[in-house]
């Protein structure tokens, strides 16, 4: 519920800073969509995770992030972790790409000063895309994936830190670690 409510506020932030700097054209919100532009840098994506072959993974992870029970296994969620930050470096080079694409078309037609205009602006909302994708969607599901954890899972105890540990609290005390397979009990000073 937080990733939705997050996510929501942050496209709130996004177009009321759109109208804050508006003058002109940016009163209206058509200026920042492009329909053409946003289904290509979503295209990327989604040829990235078939190429990958990790389409189920990352359906079950965003429907892990979207549900109030968490649903992933430990493994699968390590695994969902490294898609999204796939993902992130794919948004990111998709809108640089994008942005390239754009320069070259422009640098194409700079005898037609009509069209610079608007393809600067394709070329800038292909960037802006990219990163509109990342924070409101990639960076945030990392996060959730990496901080929670499966309610079912147990603890891990590595054997060698906690033996390590003791031996070190028993150095610290004086007691040799022969004493301690010797003893029943073991008493430790304050």
Same mark, same amino acid.
């Given at each position: ?7 929501? !506020?942050?496209?709130?932030?996004? @177009?009321?800073?759109?109208? &804050? ?6 009163? %209206? ?14 295209? @990327?994506?989604?040829?990235? &995770? ?5 389409? /189920? ?8 992030? !979207? %549900? /109030? ?16 930050? !796939? ?10 790409? %994008?942005?390239?694409?754009? !320069?070259?078309? @422009? ?8 069209? &610079? ?31 929670? /954890? ?14 390590? /540990? &003791? ?24």
């Amino acid at each position: 519920m937080r990733f939705i409510i997050g996510a929501v !506020l942050l496209k709130a932030t996004f @177009i009321y800073a759109v109208i &804050l700097t508006g003058g002109g054209a940016f009163n %209206s919100l058509a200026c920042v969509i492009d329909g053409a532009t946003l289904t290509f840098a979503l295209l @990327i994506n989604f040829s990235v &995770l078939v190429g990958t072959g990790q389409v /189920k993974l990352f359906v079950r992870a965003t429907n892990a992030l !979207l %549900s /109030k029970k968490y649903v992933l296994s430990t493994d699968d969620r390590l695994k969902a972790v490294e898609v999204f930050a !796939l993902m992130i470096k794919v948004t990111i080079y998709g809108g640089v790409l %994008s942005a390239f694409i754009g !320069l070259i078309m @422009i640098l194409g037609n700079l005898d037609d000063l009509n069209y &610079l205009g608007p393809m600067l602006s394709v070329m800038m909302i292909s960037v802006l895309y990219a990163a509109f994708i990342n924070l409101i969607f990639f960076l945030p599901g990392k996060y959730l994936l990496e901080n929670r /954890k499966n309610p079912d899972e147990k603890p891990v105890i590595n054997e060698k830190a906690v033996v390590g /540990k &003791l031996l070190e609290l028993c150095y610290k005390q004086g007691i040799s670690p022969e004493e301690i397979l010797e003893a029943n009990e073991i008493t430790f000073k304050n």
